[in-house]
C-alpha cells in the first residue's frame, strides 16, 4: 500500500494536471520566454562547436594554401576521419543528451557522472577498431577509385590523426556531461583555448610533413574529371557548412537537454515550448548565417587556398551551401528534439532514408550521370538534408508531449521496486526555470513553474517561450562553440594543408570523410542511445546510474575505435580499389593513419560531452573546447607549415587536440563540485549498457559526396572545392547545431520532468530560432561568395569553384540549419531511431542517388553532387519535421521518466548504467585508459 501511495504522490507531483495539458494555443509570451532560455544555452554552445570544428577548419586552411593537392588530400583525410571515426564517437555520444538531461530533469544528479563514465569507456573501445581501419585509408581509397597521390596523402594524414580519435572520445562524453547540467563556461574556455594553440601547431606541420587529406564528401568528387579541382571544392564547401553546423548542433543540443530533462522530471508543457523556442532561435541563426555566407562567397575560398580555380569554383558553390546552412540549422534542432524525446531509432531511419535513398543517390547522377560535377554532388546532398529535415519536422510537429512525457517516466520508473525508499526523490522531478543555480532550491522552483502553468490552463503566455528561449541559449550557445571547436580541429587542418595545393587538400578532405563514415559518425551514433537513456536518467534525478552510463558509452566507443583502426590503416588501398585517384588516394592514406589517435580520442570525448550536456554544463565545455581550438592552431601551424609536416603534421594536430580537450574536461569533472552528484567509482555495472552502444552508425552522407567528387574529372579540383563547401557548410551548421543541442535538452529536461507542454513550448522556439538564423546565415554567406574560397586555397580555379558553389552553400545553410534543430529536438524526445530513418530513407534513397546522378550523368559535377546532397537534407527535413509534429508529448514525458529507471528489477537490481559508488572522475578516467 505504502508503495503504490509513493507512486500515485510521484504521478502527481511529476505531471502537470490533466486540465493544464488540454490546451493546443501557445503565447508569443510563452514563446519568448521558451527562445530566451534555449538562447541562454545555444549561444555559448554555438562557440564551444565552432570552436572545435575549427580545428580542422585551421588544418585545411594552412594546408590548402600549398596548392589543390594538398587541399583536396587534407579535405578527404578529415572528412573519411569525420565519418569513419569522430562522427562515429559523436553519435555514440549523443545519446547522453537525452539520458543525462532527462535525468537532470529529474534531479538524477548521480546518475549522470555513471553515463558518462560508461560512455567514455565505450567510445574508447570503438576507438581501436576505427584506428586500424584509418591506418589503411589511402589504401582503401585507392581501391575504391580514388586519385592514388590524393589517396596517398590521406592516408597518411588519417594515419597521423589517430591520437585525434581517442581524444576526441574522450571529449565528446565531457561535452554532453556539461551541457546537460547548463555548465558551458569551461566548455568554452577549453575549446578556444584548442584552437589559439592548433592554429600555430597546425601551420608548423602542414608546412613540415606530406600529408594529404579529403573529405569523404570527395570521395565522389575524386572520380570526377579533374579530381584535385573537383576534391578541392567540395572539401572547402564541406568544411564551411561542417563548421557552420556547429551553431545548428549547439541548439540541437540545447533542445535535447531541456526537453529529455523536461520529460524526465515529467514537466509536458516546458517540453514543448522547448521546442518552439529552439524552432526560433534556428531560424533566426540560419537568416543570419547563410546572409553572411553568400555575402562573403567570392572571398572565402581563399580561406583554404590560393588557387583561383578553386575559389572560383566555391564561388560558384556558394549559393548551395548557402542552402545546406538552412537545412543544417532545422535539422539540428529537429534531431536535438529527437535526442531529447529518445526518439534516436527514428532519427536514425530518417537519417538513413533522406541521404541513404535520396541524397547520395541524387548527388551521384547529378555529379556523373548529369555531368554537374562537385555542384550535382553538393545538390544531391542537400537533397537528402531537404528531406532529413522534412522528416523531422513532420516527427516533432505531430508530437504528443503528453505521451512523451508519460514515456519518459516510464523509462525512469520501469522494474523499480514499489518498495524502494529512493522512489520519494523522483517527486521533485520536475524542472524548474532557473535550476542549474541552486540544486537545493530546485524543487522550490519547479513548484513555482508549475503553479504558473496551472494559473494558465488555456494558454501558455509570452513570458515562458522567453524565459525557455533564455535557457535553450544558455545551452545552445555554449554548445555551439563546443561543436565548432571540435568540428574546427579538422577543417583548420583541411585550411593549412589546402594551401600546399590541389593535391593536398583533395587527398586531405577525402581522408578526414573516409574516416568521419568508417569511424567518427559510428562513434557519433552510438552516443545517441547513451544520450538519450542519460538525458532521461538526469531528469528523472537518477544522478549516480548517469555516470555509471557514461562509463559504459565510453568503453564501447573505445572498443568500436579498434576494426576502425585496421580499416584506417589501409584506407590509401580502399580508395584505389573505389576507382579514386591514386596519387590522392595515396596522400589519403597516410592522413589517415595518422589520424588513428584522433578517433580514439574522439571516442573517449563524446561520452564526456553527452555527460556534461544533459546535465545543461555547458559553459565548461565551451572553455575547454575553445581553449582547444586556440591549441589547434598553434600546433597545427607548427607542425604543418613550420616544420614541414604538410598533412601528417595536421592530422598530429587532429589528435593532439582531441586529448586536450578530454584532459580539460576530465580535470573539470574531477576537481568541480557541479559534477559531484554525478559521479561514481567504474565498476562492473558499465558492461550492463554495452549492447546499446553497438548499433550500426549511419556515416554522413556529406562524407560520401566527398568521396564521389574524388570520382569526377579532375578529382583534385573536385575534391578541393567540395572540401570548402562542406568545412563551410560544416562551420555554420555549428550554429543550428547548437539550436539544436539546446532545443535537445529543453525538450528532454521537460519529458524527464514529465512536463510535456513545456517541450511543446521549447520546439516551438527553436524553429523560430532556426528560421531567423539560416535567413542571416544564408544572406551572409552568399554575399560574400566572392572572397571565402581564398580562405581554404590560392588557387584561383578552386577560389571561382567555390564561388559557383555559393547558392547550393546557401541553400544547404538552410536546410542543416532545419535538420539540425529537428534533430535536436529528435533527440531530446529519445527518437534516434526515428531520426536515424529519417537519415537513411532521406539521403541514401534520395540525396546520394540524385548527388552521383547530377555529379556523374548530368556532368555537373561537384554542384551536381552538391544539389544531390541537398535533395537528401530536404527529405530528412520534411521528414523529421512530420515527426516532431505528430508527437504525443504527453505519452514521450511518460516514456522519458520510465528511462530513468528502465532495467531495474522487482528486487532492487539496475541494469544499463546503474547506480554505483561515488569516486571522482579522474580516478574513472585513468581507469578507462
Same mark, same amino acid.
Given at each position: 500500500?505504502?508503495?503504490?501511495?509513493?507512486?500515485?504522490?510521484?504521478?502527481?507531483?511529476?505531471?502537470?494536471?490533466?486540465?493544464?495539458?488540454?490546451?493546443?494555443?501557445?503565447?508569443?509570451?510563452?514563446?519568448?520566454?521558451?527562445?530566451?532560455?534555449?538562447?541562454?544555452?545555444?549561444?555559448?554552445?554555438?562557440?564551444?562547436?565552432?570552436?572545435?570544428?575549427?580545428?580542422?577548419?585551421?588544418?585545411?586552411?594552412?594546408?590548402?594554401?600549398?596548392?589543390?593537392?594538398?587541399?583536396?588530400?587534407?579535405?578527404?583525410?578529415?572528412?573519411?576521419?569525420?565519418?569513419?571515426?569522430?562522427?562515429?564517437?559523436?553519435?555514440?555520444a549523443s545519446a547522453l543528451e537525452t539520458l543525462c538531461g532527462q535525468a537532470y530533469g529529474a534531479q538524477q544528479y548521480q546518475r549522470i557522472g555513471t553515463q558518462t563514465y560508461t560512455a567514455i569507456f565505450c567510445l574508447f573501445l570503438v576507438c581501436f577498431p576505427?584506428?586500424?581501419?584509418?591506418?589503411?585509408?589511402?589504401?582503401?581509397?585507392?581501391?575504391?577509385?580514388?586519385?592514388?597521390?590524393?589517396?596517398?596523402?590521406?592516408?597518411?594524414?588519417?594515419?597521423? /590523426?589517430?591520437?585525434?580519435?581517442?581524444?576526441?572520445?574522450?571529449?565528446?562524453?565531457?561535452?554532453?556531461?556539461?551541457?546537460?547540467?547548463?555548465?558551458?563556461?569551461?566548455?568554452?574556455?577549453?575549446?578556444?583555448?584548442?584552437?589559439?594553440?592548433?592554429?600555430?601547431?597546425?601551420?608548423?606541420?602542414?608546412?613540415?610533413?606530406?600529408?594529404?587529406?579529403?573529405?569523404?564528401?570527395?570521395?565522389?568528387?575524386?572520380?570526377?574529371?579533374?579530381?584535385?579541382?573537383?576534391?578541392?571544392?567540395?572539401?572547402?564547401?564541406?568544411?564551411?557548412?561542417?563548421?557552420?553546423?556547429?551553431?545548428?548542433?549547439?541548439?540541437?543540443?540545447?533542445?535535447?537537454?531541456?526537453?529529455?530533462?523536461?520529460?524526465?522530471?515529467?514537466?509536458?508543457?516546458?517540453?514543448?515550448?522547448?521546442?518552439?523556442?529552439?524552432?526560433?532561435?534556428?531560424?533566426?541563426?540560419?537568416?543570419?548565417?547563410?546572409?553572411?555566407?553568400?555575402?562573403?562567397?567570392?572571398?572565402?575560398?581563399?580561406?583554404?587556398?590560393?588557387?583561383?580555380?578553386?575559389?572560383?569554383?566555391?564561388?560558384?558553390?556558394?549559393?548551395?551551401?548557402?542552402?545546406?546552412?538552412?537545412?543544417?540549422?532545422?535539422?539540428?534542432?529537429?534531431?536535438?528534439?529527437?535526442?531529447?524525446?529518445?526518439?534516436?531509432?527514428?532519427?536514425?531511419?530518417v537519417n538513413l532514408g533522406a541521404f541513404y535513398l535520396c541524397g547520395i543517390p541524387t548527388a551521384a547522377i547529378l555529379g556523373f550521370w548529369l555531368k554537374f560535377r562537385g555542384r550535382g554532388l553538393w545538390i544531391g546532398i542537400q537533397a537528402g538534408a531537404f528531406?532529413?529535415?522534412?522528416?523531422?519536422?513532420?516527427?516533432?510537429?505531430?508530437?504528443?508531449?503528453?505521451?512523451?512525457?508519460?514515456?519518459?517516466?516510464?523509462?525512469?520508473?520501469?522494474?523499480?521496486?514499489?518498495?524502494?525508499?529512493?522512489?520519494?526523490?523522483?517527486?521533485?522531478?520536475?524542472?524548474?526555470?532557473?535550476?542549474?543555480?541552486?540544486?537545493?532550491?530546485?524543487?522550490?522552483?519547479?513548484?513555482?513553474?508549475?503553479?504558473?502553468?496551472?494559473?494558465?490552463?488555456?494558454?501558455?503566455?509570452?513570458?515562458?517561450?522567453?524565459?525557455?528561449?533564455?535557457?535553450?541559449?544558455?545551452?545552445?550557445?555554449?554548445?555551439?562553440?563546443?561543436?565548432?571547436?571540435?568540428?574546427?580541429?579538422?577543417?583548420?587542418?583541411?585550411?593549412?594543408?589546402?594551401?600546399?595545393?590541389?593535391?593536398?587538400?583533395?587527398?586531405?578532405?577525402?581522408?578526414?570523410?573516409?574516416?568521419?563514415?568508417?569511424?567518427?559518425?559510428?562513434?557519433?551514433?552510438?552516443?545517441?542511445?547513451?544520450?538519450?537513456?542519460?538525458?532521461?536518467?538526469?531528469?528523472?534525478?537518477?544522478?549516480?546510474?548517469?555516470?555509471?552510463?557514461?562509463?559504459?558509452?565510453?568503453?564501447?566507443?573505445?572498443?568500436?575505435?579498434?576494426?576502425?583502426?585496421?580499416?584506417?590503416?589501409?584506407?590509401?588501398?580502399?580508395?584505389?580499389?573505389?576507382?579514386?585517384?591514386?596519387?590522392?588516394?595515396?596522400?589519403?592514406?597516410?592522413?589517415?593513419?595518422?589520424?588513428?589517435?584522433?578517433?580514439?580520442?574522439?571516442?573517449?570525448?563524446?561520452?564526456?560531452?553527452?555527460?556534461?550536456?544533459?546535465?545543461?554544463?555547458?559553459?565548461?565545455?565551451?572553455?575547454?573546447?575553445?581553449?582547444?581550438?586556440?591549441?589547434?592552431?598553434?600546433?597545427?601551424?607548427? /607542425?604543418?607549415?613550420?616544420?614541414?609536416?604538410?598533412?601528417?603534421?595536421?592530422?598530429?594536430?587532429?589528435?593532439?587536440?582531441?586529448?586536450?580537450?578530454?584532459?580539460?574536461?576530465?580535470?573539470?569533472?574531477?576537481?568541480?563540485?557541479?559534477?559531484?552528484?554525478?559521479?561514481?567509482?567504474?565498476?562492473?555495472?558499465?558492461?550492463?549498457?554495452?549492447?546499446?552502444?553497438?548499433?550500426?552508425?549511419?556515416?554522413?552522407?556529406?562524407?560520401?559526396?566527398?568521396?564521389?567528387?574524388?570520382?569526377?574529372?579532375?578529382?583534385?579540383?573536385?575534391?578541393?572545392?567540395?572540401?570548402?563547401?562542406?568545412?563551410?557548410?560544416?562551420?555554420?551548421?555549428?550554429?543550428?547545431?547548437?539550436?539544436?543541442?539546446?532545443?535537445?535538452?529543453?525538450?528532454?529536461?521537460?519529458?524527464?520532468?514529465?512536463?510535456?507542454?513545456?517541450?511543446?513550448?521549447?520546439?516551438?522556439?527553436? /524553429?523560430?530560432?532556426?528560421?531567423?538564423?539560416?535567413?542571416?546565415?544564408?544572406?551572409?554567406?552568399?554575399?560574400?561568395?566572392?572572397?571565402?574560397?581564398?580562405?581554404?586555397?590560392?588557387?584561383?580555379?578552386?577560389?571561382?569553384?567555390?564561388?559557383?558553389?555559393?547558392?547550393?552553400?546557401?541553400?544547404?545553410?538552410?536546410?542543416?540549419?532545419?535538420?539540425?534543430?529537428?534533430?535536436?529536438?529528435?533527440?531530446?524526445?529519445?527518437?534516434?531511431?526515428?531520426?536515424?530513418?529519417?537519415?537513411?530513407?532521406?539521403y541514401y534513397l534520395f540525396g546520394i542517388p540524385v548527388a552521383a546522378a547530377l555529379g556523374f550523368w548530368l556532368k555537373m559535377r561537384g554542384e551536381g553532387l552538391w544539389i544531390g546532397i541537398q535533395v537528401g537534407a530536404f527529405v530528412q527535413i520534411v521528414l523529421?519535421?512530420?515527426?516532431?509534429?505528430?508527437?504525443?508529448?504527453?505519452?514521450?514525458?511518460?516514456?522519458?521518466?520510465?528511462?530513468?529507471?528502465?532495467?531495474?528489477?522487482?528486487?532492487?537490481?539496475?541494469?544499463?548504467?546503474?547506480?554505483?559508488?561515488?569516486?571522482?572522475?579522474?580516478?574513472?578516467?585513468?581507469?578507462?585508459?
Open positions: 500500500m505504502r508503495g503504490n501511495e509513493t507512486e500515485k504522490n510521484m504521478e502527481e507531483s511529476l505531471l502537470i494536471p490533466k486540465e493544464s495539458l488540454s490546451s493546443s494555443s501557445t503565447t508569443w509570451g510563452v514563446l519568448s520566454g521558451e527562445v530566451k532560455k534555449q538562447g541562454y544555452i545555444a549561444a555559448p554552445m554555438v562557440a564551444v562547436t565552432l570552436s572545435q570544428y575549427l580545428l580542422q577548419v585551421v588544418s585545411m586552411m594552412m594546408v590548402g594554401h600549398l596548392g589543390q593537392l594538398a587541399l583536396s588530400s587534407t579535405a578527404m583525410a578529415i572528412s573519411l576521419a569525420s565519418v569513419t571515426g569522430f562522427s562515429v564517437l559523436l553519435g555514440m576505427l584506428s586500424f581501419l584509418w591506418i589503411y585509408a589511402g589504401k582503401l581509397l585507392v581501391l575504391i577509385g580514388q586519385d592514388p597521390l590524393i589517396s596517398h596523402e590521406v592516408g597518411k594524414f588519417m594515419i597521423w /590523426l589517430l591520437p585525434a580519435l581517442f581524444a576526441y572520445a574522450a571529449m565528446q562524453p565531457l561535452i554532453r556531461y556539461f551541457q546537460s547540467q547548463s555548465l558551458i563556461i569551461p566548455m568554452f574556455l577549453s575549446s578556444c583555448a584548442a584552437l589559439c594553440l592548433h592554429i600555430p601547431i597546425c601551420w608548423s606541420l602542414v608546412y613540415n610533413l606530406e600529408w594529404w587529406s579529403f573529405e569523404l564528401l570527395i570521395l565522389m568528387s575524386g572520380l570526377l574529371p579533374n579530381p584535385q579541382l573537383e576534391t578541392s571544392v567540395l572539401s572547402v564547401c564541406l568544411n564551411t557548412i561542417q563548421t557552420l553546423y556547429a551553431i545548428p548542433y549547439g541548439l540541437g543540443a540545447a533542445v535535447s537537454t531541456r526537453v529529455s530533462n523536461e520529460l524526465g522530471a515529467g514537466n509536458v508543457q516546458k517540453a514543448r515550448v522547448a521546442v518552439y523556442a529552439v524552432v526560433f532561435m534556428a531560424v533566426t541563426e540560419t537568416i543570419v548565417v547563410s546572409a553572411t555566407l553568400f555575402a562573403s562567397r567570392r572571398v572565402f575560398g581563399y580561406v583554404f587556398s590560393n588557387e583561383k580555380q578553386v575559389v572560383d569554383y566555391v564561388t560558384t558553390m556558394a549559393p548551395l551551401v548557402c542552402l545546406s546552412v538552412i537545412m543544417d540549422s532545422l535539422q539540428g534542432v529537429f534531431s536535438g528534439v529527437a535526442r531529447g524525446c529518445g526518439w534516436q531509432n527514428i532519427a536514425a531511419f528531406t532529413q529535415t522534412l522528416l523531422l519536422g513532420i516527427i516533432t510537429t505531430c508530437t504528443n508531449w503528453e505521451k512523451q512525457a508519460s514515456k519518459a517516466r516510464e523509462r525512469i520508473s520501469k522494474g523499480r521496486s514499489l518498495a524502494d525508499n529512493r522512489v520519494e526523490e523522483m517527486d521533485k522531478g520536475l524542472l524548474g526555470k532557473d535550476e542549474v543555480e541552486s540544486r537545493e532550491d530546485l524543487t522550490v522552483l519547479l513548484a513555482k513553474d508549475e503553479v504558473e502553468c496551472e494559473e494558465d490552463l488555456t494558454v501558455v503566455m509570452a513570458d515562458v517561450y522567453i524565459d525557455e528561449v533564455k535557457r535553450l541559449g544558455s545551452i545552445a550557445g555554449p554548445m555551439v562553440a563546443v561543436n565548432l571547436s571540435q568540428y574546427f580541429l579538422q577543417v583548420i587542418s583541411v585550411m593549412m594543408v589546402g594551401h600546399l595545393g590541389e593535391l593536398f587538400l583533395s587527398s586531405t578532405a577525402i581522408a578526414i570523410s573516409f574516416s568521419a563514415v568508417t569511424g567518427f559518425s559510428l562513434l557519433c551514433f552510438r552516443l545517441l542511445y547513451f544520450l538519450l537513456q542519460a538525458s532521461y536518467t538526469y531528469g528523472a534525478q537518477q544522478y549516480r546510474k548517469l555516470g555509471t552510463q557514461m562509463h559504459t558509452a565510453m568503453f564501447c566507443l573505445l572498443l568500436a575505435c579498434l576494426p576502425v583502426s585496421l580499416l584506417w590503416a589501409n584506407m590509401g588501398k580502399l580508395l584505389i580499389l573505389m576507382g579514386q585517384d591514386p596519387a590522392i588516394s595515396s596522400e589519403a592514406g597516410k592522413f589517415t593513419v595518422w589520424l588513428i589517435p584522433a578517433l580514439f580520442g574522439n571516442g573517449t570525448l563524446q561520452p564526456l560531452v553527452r555527460y556534461l550536456q544533459v546535465q545543461s554544463l555547458v559553459t565548461p565545455m565551451l572553455i575547454s573546447s575553445c581553449a582547444t581550438v586556440f591549441f589547434h592552431i598553434i600546433i597545427c601551424w607548427g /607542425l604543418v607549415l613550420k616544420f614541414e609536416l604538410n598533412n601528417i603534421g595536421a592530422a598530429l594536430a587532429i589528435g593532439t587536440s582531441y586529448w586536450l580537450n578530454v584532459l580539460l574536461l576530465g580535470l573539470y569533472m574531477t576537481f568541480s563540485s557541479a559534477c559531484a552528484q554525478t559521479r561514481v567509482q567504474v565498476s562492473m555495472e558499465l558492461f550492463h549498457g554495452i549492447k546499446e552502444f553497438f548499433l550500426l552508425a549511419i556515416p554522413s552522407a556529406f562524407m560520401f559526396l566527398t568521396l564521389l567528387s574524388g570520382l569526377l574529372p579532375n578529382p583534385e579540383l573536385e575534391a578541393s572545392v567540395l572540401s570548402v563547401c562542406l568545412a563551410t557548410i560544416t562551420t555554420l551548421f555549428t550554429i543550428p547545431d547548437g539550436l539544436g543541442a539546446a532545443a535537445s535538452t529543453r525538450v528532454s529536461n521537460a519529458l524527464g520532468a514529465g512536463n510535456p507542454k513545456a517541450a511543446i513550448i521549447a520546439v516551438r522556439a527553436v /524553429l523560430f530560432l532556426t528560421v531567423l538564423e539560416t535567413v542571416i546565415v544564408s544572406s551572409i554567406l552568399y554575399a560574400s561568395r566572392h572572397v571565402f574560397g581564398y580562405i581554404f586555397s590560392n588557387d584561383q580555379e578552386v577560389v571561382d569553384y567555390v564561388t559557383s558553389m555559393a547558392p547550393l552553400i546557401c541553400l544547404c545553410v538552410i536546410l542543416n540549419g532545419l535538420q539540425a534543430v529537428l534533430s535536436g529536438i529528435a533527440r531530446g524526445c529519445g527518437w534516434q531511431n526515428l531520426g536515424a530513418y529519417a537519415n537513411l530513407t532521406a523529421l519535421f512530420l515527426i516532431t509534429s505528430c508527437q504525443n508529448w504527453k505519452k514521450q514525458a511518460s516514456k522519458a521518466r520510465e528511462r530513468i529507471f528502465e532495467g531495474r528489477s522487482s528486487q532492487g537490481e539496475e541494469n544499463f548504467m546503474s547506480y554505483c559508488g561515488m569516486k571522482p572522475v579522474a580516478v574513472g578516467i585513468f581507469q578507462t585508459f
